[in-house]
């Protein structure tokens, strides 16, 4: 198997660039080997791979060695209660709820104020000059006020008309990069991600990162094999990233991770904007069959802890370290990095740099496009640490809580076994033991003694002892370690499912208002991913998209919004207050004022929270104009055949006092021709029966 890095001279003299030396080639690889072994002191000087050992080791229920050791000495059980696996698994199902499951946990919207089209204002103002001139033409007056009042009038027009068709590009854009990330597997990705979360000291998801994906296309109606470049997001295991001292923040940081990747994995790469063709063959020949290797830079205790070290590599992987990180505009010059396309490099400001180095050969180094200058990492720790980039884990929080447990479980198991049974003490001068020396306790066993004159009074050559059992002493101090542990991870253990549920749990408005106040607790946790994660994550996509496309998608004049830690519980609350705002506006005097259009743009909206084609249950805005027009032109053709006048239009809405389709003035007649009516009955009513002037008086009253 192929060594790490080489030294300083064995890069020198194997410095190969598509299979041709060149000058730069070394100097950048130099510099990222020179990278390497800083932030591997760094992290071995930190104390992280120990962390990371301690948290996988609780997760799998395994003791360390000292751990072991003091147990064999002392003797007895070494069962490994699994508590944090517990936790863990809650954990991850709670987040996975809010995240994963259900609705899309962001979205993207439209700023307050979209921008209006950069000719609207002359628009504008050309159309008040001229109704101005035309104004002057038939002899009216016109006054400033009056012209700056109409162009008022007009900017909010087109204001309201702009925020409405940034409403719905707003929805075609969220749709577009939704598809972007179901094809680079960013929520598979995201959910290998939330078990990290829950495990490590910090997790890191990665993307968007361009690789070529074969697939299938239909050409003149023939499928077709054909391969195209798609974004791709993965999780990165926390053993195989590292990152620069004193870096507070990975998105601004200097990064390394280890890519293990496969002989199909390399050949991804090829025709990939930035990437060495020449390099990647030559890789592919060298590496191909036999793989590569940095072991000795990343620590392999969490492969081997899951028993898969040597399988995985005898796999023939091939490791490639990725190196992403800020780098001044000299140190490129000097390298020999291209610039981006139409920019020169500016030797005093600090530009992304990805670069890509297997073995001996390097196989990108492009500057990312990205103006924001951030890394494609993100992060983010289960509780945080201000100015660090680990925080504590879910498991480091009870691992004392962990180890208590243990030692609890494991006295009651010794317990049990010692009180099992009675312990007997026997005469050797008195008892005859058996001939093959073997002594089998049973029912029914005959003992044969001697007798002893001189034995003292009562003393017994036979004595059975039933040592004491403290199991129910023991079993209370478990359950006090596990409401301790409910405590201090905010994880109860009525929320993955367990039945012991004392006090306010014992009804189901108590039990409800305490998951509630357990899901308060995990939204503030998940806060944190949809800060340090989802949102930078997000806009980097959008981003690349933007700068990819152009405004063909996007309007640029939008912002990403992830609201996984608020969206599920807010969605439910606004959810009911839409069915009960349907209930109270379902009168005939609230239709008036809303019209039709207005009902469906309700019931569109609350179909839509629950059915995954919700938009589809009630027509659209265009299908129900074309509905009211047909309805127009019905009407018409009956009021043609009996003579009358056709109904005017009135856009769908109601006038204050009428129905859908009447018009102000033609309103009064009816209420009044309504109101005669309704007095004729009333007295109608009183002459039929003495009572009910009293009943219609309470019903009045109700």
Known sequence: MATALKTVEGFKQNAVVGGTPTPFAYDLRLHIQRELEEMSRFRTHIGLIDRLNTCLRLREGAYDATQLQAIAEFGGSDVFARLTTNKIRGGASMLRSIFVQGDRPWSIEPTPVPALPDDISGNIRQLVIAEANSAAQMGQPVSMPALKKRMDQLTRAAQEQALKQARLDAIDATRYID???????????????????????????????????????????????????VLKYRRVDPYDVMWNPG??????????????????????LIGLEGYDRNAILSVLRDYGDRGYTYREFFEQVHEDAQNQGGLFYAQSSIDVLCYSGAMSGRDLIEYNVPAPEGEALDPDLDYQLQALVCGDYLLKAQIDPDPSTRTSYYSAAYEPVSGSIPGTALCELISDVQEAYNATLRSLINNVAMASGPMVAVNRDRWQAPADGEVRIRPWMVWEVDSDPAAPAGEKPIDFYQPNLNAQELMSTLLFFQNLADEISGIPRYLTGSDRVGGAGRTSSGLSMLMSNANRTMTSVAGGVDQNVLEPLLSKTYMLVQLTTGNEVLRGDEQIVARGSTYAEKREQDRMRMIEFLQTTANPVDMQIMGINGRATLLRELSSTFLANGEQVVPSEQEMMALAEAQKQQAAAQQEMGGGQPPEEDGGRAPPGGMPGSKVASSTPNRASSQHQARQTDNASRTRSPGAITRSTRGAGA
């Open 179 to 229: 598809d972007l990330l179901t094809e680079g597997d960013f929520y598979h990705a995201f959910n290998s991600f939330i078990l990290d979360f829950c495990t490590y000291p910090f997790a890191v998801l990665a993307g968007p990162t361009a690789v070529m994906k074969t697939g299938v296309s239909y050409v003149n109606g023939t499928p077709t094999r054909v391969r195209k470049p």
């Open 247 to 268: 870096a507070t923040d990975i998105g601004n940081a200097r990064v390394l991770e280890r890519w293990r990747m496969s002989r199909a994995d390399i050949n991804g």
